[in-house]
């Protein structure tokens, strides 16, 4: 794929210590990110137990950042680049074996993903949504 992304995410997570606000605000802007982006230069795959105490970035066969140590409040303590060619390939390859066993779990294609990327992210935005209707409606 060039000049675009793979990215394995969880839209899922609560982020409780920052509130329901934070939450839709990330799953707004990841949802808005994907909604420009065409089929052929993105896919997405979702995995439901994703942490979110690391992090990787990988830039083509370039280079990889992985950020380590997340707390709540304080963010990332380490990130760790590496350029290293061998090490690099051995971890983008097993970033394509993640990605293509998630989409064959759940039945779908790469061409497909991100649609169904949006439509997980949608529900999650959907139900945060209708969660503060009924909260703001019990406080009237």
């Known amino acids: 794929m060039n000049a675009g992304c793979k990215l394995i995410v969880n839209p899922f997570l609560k982020y409780e210590a920052y509130g329901r606000q934070a939450r839709f605000v990330r799953l707004k802007s990841l949802y808005h990110f994907l909604r420009e982006m065409p089929d052929e230069k993105c896919q997405v795959a979702v995995r439901r137990d994703l942490d979110h105490e690391v992090s990787n970035t990988y830039v083509g066969d370039w280079f990889s950042a992985e950020s380590v140590?997340?707390?709540?409040?304080?963010?990332?303590?380490?990130?760790?680049?590496?350029?290293?060619?061998?090490?690099?390939?051995?971890?983008?390859?097993?970033?394509?074996?993640?990605?293509?066993?998630?989409?064959?779990?759940?039945?779908?294609?790469?061409?497909?993903?991100?649609c169904h990327a949006l439509e997980v992210i949608g529900?999650?935005?959907?139900?945060?949504?209708?969660?503060?209707?009924?909260?703001?409606?019990?406080s009237a």
Not at 70 to 97: P, S, W
Request: glycine share 4%; hydrophobic share 45%; aromatic share 8%.
């Open 69 to 114: 140590s997340a707390v709540v409040g304080k963010g990332y303590f380490q990130t760790i680049f590496t350029r290293h060619a061998a090490l690099l390939q051995e971890r983008i390859a097993n970033f394509d074996c993640e990605f293509a066993e998630l989409l064959a779990e759940n039945n779908i294609s790469p061409e497909g993903s991100r």
């Open 123 to 138: 529900r999650e935005i959907a139900a945060l949504t209708e969660k503060e209707a009924l909260a703001k409606e019990a």
